[in-house]
């Protein structure tokens, strides 16, 4: 199988090398529909496959194409692992949103090497998950601007750490609609409240 699989993928660099961008394109469209018509029926092995065919597909590709392929499998959780990886690291927001904001498959390292490096857009789209561990809400509150330090309080399904409500305690008593949010939320530590009090008070 793995020879198969190398012979098949060699083949392909041998296709791709005289292929336009958009034939590139046309080519990874018709993959993603092919990942999704039968995806959670796929074994790990003929994913990892996908993964290694879409990501050279995604080399030389229409910035357009990449867009519309992170919006397609940015819910799929039986997605090629290593290309959601990759699309999540675009600096092209547009590309990378999707998957940061949606991805089951993005772990709290992966979200957080994001978070370190990247702009506040893509800061923005991850505080936008459904769910978002402590972990990486640390470095959105640390990192992220006004918008971002807003919306990660006003998610419910973002857990927040001591230090993180500390901080945003502290940028409250300069940011009234933040002040108002944080007073929201009932997770706000015991020793904090004091302070949250003179800060809306």
Known sequence: MILQTQSLLSDLDATLAKASNVRRSEMLRRMTD?????????????????????QRLTQDVEPKALVELSGRLATLDAAPGELIARLSQSDDIAVSG???EKSNLLGDSALVGVAM??????????????????????????????????????????????????????EA??????????IQRDDVPAELQPFLKMTVG
């Open 98 to 100: 999707p998957v940061l």
């Open 173 to 182: 008593r300069k940011d009234k609609r933040l002040a108002a949010l944080v």
């Open 117 to 170: 490096i990247k702009s506040q857009g893509h800061l923005l789209a991850i505080a936008g998950r459904a769910r978002i561990n402590d972990v990486v809400t640390d470095v959105l509150v640390d990192r992220g601007d006004p918008a971002v330090r807003c919306k990660v309080t006003a998610n419910v399904g973002a857990k927040i750490s001591e230090n993180g409500f500390a901080r945003l305690v502290t």
């Open 34 to 54: 092919l990942l999704l018509a039968s995806a959670p029926s796929y074994s790990p092995e003929a994913v990892a496959i996908f993964d290694a065919v879409m």
